[in-house]
């Protein structure tokens, strides 16, 4: 037994030292001899992004292979950057190991446009490379560039512009610091991109509201006030803070096209079939034939827990009136104002949530307890 331990401990010896780092130093090198050769899309290709377009190809980018002094295997990257751009911040469009092509999706290409900080609906100009190594993603080396082929650009955006309200309201309404510029600013937000017509609701928890109008939640620049009339005539320079009479949960529209706005105070409700006072009589009905919600500072949701009726129906309305009403034309959840009737699936307990804090995105939710 000890001549086979012995023996091999001999063995173990002998494999170590033919493993020793010297053979490892004499291992060749892996070096790039080709770079890879951008060949599609062409120089000087144009691209006209659009939403609805989303999940179609933009481009194919087509390249030829590397060629490394070995058999190896072969990484791929896509990159774009600002024409003229080092490359340092460039976004990635797609990664291969094995082909020599990488689909690339209109919302792949517009992210990375974004993300680059070119405007919506503006043609800027980028430059696209092929980047070639042998390794993995996090040890890559050997790393070789293709040519550079320049493409145009007009990305697209989803979001609406945004107007911020800023005021004396600010820190009784639950928003963060009185007149002081700031992410936490409520909010209102043009039906599309390049429109002007903005809306939103903001909660106003003081006596005597005052506010202005900001194009950006960081600073004063370029805000909106009154005009001096107060007959809700927006004005740049010279301008002046609305005032309001009272304090309240106040729809506000303004318009910097016609430079106009309104403010419309609000008190929520939900009537209908399902609620336990049926639809109100009448072309409006009276007081106290809807079921009232209660803001939540917390949440800035309307809310209420009530018994609702299994298949029956409900609507959002405000000030005990048809003027102003949401219901849901999609059963999805959100709201459209003078919408579809809301048809309730079993009869309980439910609390009910109305959420207008995010400007011309209004949310609801029925929860059962």
Known sequence: MKNIVKSLFVLLSVFAISCSTDDVQDRPVIQGVDAPVLTAPEDGNTYTLLPENMDALAERFVWTAANYN????????????????????????????SDLQAPVTVETLNNACTALGANPYEASSFDVRVVSSVGSNSTA???????????????????????????????????????????????????????TDFEGYVYMNVTSPEF????????????????????????????VNVQLSAGSYYKI?????????????????????????????????????????????ATKKW?????????????????????????????DGSLNEGGANITIATTGSYLIELDLSNPREYTYTLTAQ
């Open 212 to 239: 202005k109008l900001l194009p950006t939640n960081s600073s004063f620049d370029g805000d909106y006030g009154d005009d001096g009339t107060f007959t809700g005539a927006l004005l740049q320079d010279g301008e």
């Open 141 to 195: 080396y050997s790393p070789m560039v293709s040519n550079i082929v320049t493409i145009v650009i007009t990305p697209y955006t989803t979001e609406s512009p945004k107007l911020y309200v800023i005021g004396n309201f600010l820190s009784g309404s639950g928003y963060g610091a009185d007149w002081t510029p700031d992410a936490s600013l409520p909010a209102l937000a043009s039906s599309g991109y390049g429109l």
């Open 70 to 97: 070995g058999n190896v295997a072969i990484n791929y990257s896509v990159e774009m950057d600002l024409t003229g751009g080092d490359f340092s911040n460039a976004q990635v469009l797609g990664g291969t190991s």
């Open 303 to 331: 809310e209420v827990i009530t018994t609702l009726t299994g298949g029956q129906e409900l609507k959002f309305r405000a000030n005990n009136a048809w003027t102003l009403n949401y219901g849901d034309d999609g059963a």
């Open 253 to 297: 529209n303004a318009n910097t096209t016609t430079m106009t706005y309104t403010t419309t105070a609000t008190q929520w409700a939900v009537t209908g079939s399902a609620t336990t006072l049926g639809w109100p009589a009448g072309p409006d009905g009276t007081d106290g034939q809807d079921v009232d919600l209660t803001y939540n500072t």
